[in-house]
Antibody, heavy 119, light 106 residues
Framework: QVQLVESGGGLVKPGGSLRLSCAASGFIFSDFHMSWIRQAPGKGLEWISYISSSGITKYYADSVKGRFTISRDNVKSSLYLQMNSLRAEDTAVYYC????????????WGQGTLVTVSS | SYELTQPPSVSVSPGQTASITCSGYNLGNKYAFWYQQKPGQSPVVVIYQDTKRPSGIPERFSGSNSGNTATLTISGTQPMDEADYYCQAWDSNTVLFGGGTKLTVL
């Protein structure tokens, strides 16, 4: 069955960096576009980045553009999010999600990993 | 920038019909998707491409999308349907989520 397992979250100081990973299994990872979506405590969902199946096309939300970088390793069936210059407002649970086609919905979600940015 | 607007909360009695709206400029020209999220869980898609229901989602969930408004309708609402619901659409190369609606079944 499809599984997405995020890791790499934790406590980091403002201005610091963190790299999140999402290990995929149960499907052919290289066939699917992927995204990172976050949810601040008690708040709604916020999409932050998308990467095409090949890794060539990448989109970012304005709130993270220039600070976060999405990437993937299709050999390792893994998705990554490099987060730099972290701010308090980046505190959230970060989900990786598998997209259906181009401009489709998110069919599978991981369980999320919590990132806390605090001094 | 493009925005999707949902009512913060909707209340419904068990067995009645709940309607949750999602408003955005010319939203009817885009596909709308709906997710259900229960406390401590990851979101689950309940409606995709405006009206389609994934396998495993009960028939009481339905969707529509026209003009500036997409609507998620839950017929014969059950206590287990109490959750947060989010609409989602694409605008150019950006994914947008509505602010979410807390559905209370009481």
């Amino acid at each position: 069955q499809v599984q997405l397992v995020e890791s790499g979250g934790g406590l980091v100081k403002p201005g610091g960096s963190l790299r999140l990973s999402c290990a995929a299994s149960g499907f052919i990872f290289s066939d699917f576009h992927m995204s990172w979506i976050r949810q601040a405590p008690g708040k709604g969902l916020e999409w932050i980045s998308y990467i095409s199946s090949s890794g060539i096309t990448k989109y970012y939300a304005d709130s993270v553009k220039g600070r976060f970088t999405i990437s993937r390793d299709n050999v390792k069936s893994s998705l990554y999010l490099q987060m730099n210059s972290l701010r308090a407002e980046d505190t959230a649970v970060y989900y990786c999600a598998r997209a259906v086609g181009v401009h489709g919905h998110f069919e599978y979600w991981g369980q999320g990993t919590l990132v806390t940015v605090s001094s | 920038s493009y925005e999707l607007t949902q009512p913060p909360s909707v209340s419904v009695s068990p067995g009645q019909t709940a309607s949750i709206t999602c408003s955005g400029y010319n939203l009817g020209n885009k596909y709308a998707f709906w997710y259900q999220q229960k406390p401590g869980q990851s979101p689950v898609v309940v409606i995709y491409q405006d009206t389609k229901r994934p396998s495993g989602i009960p028939e009481r969930f339905s969707g529509s999308n026209s003009g500036n408004t997409a609507t998620l309708t839950i017929s014969g609402t059950q206590p287990m349907d109490e959750a947060d619901y989010y609409c989602q659409a694409w605008d150019s190369n950006t994914v947008l989520f509505g602010g979410g609606t807390k559905l209370t079944v009481l």
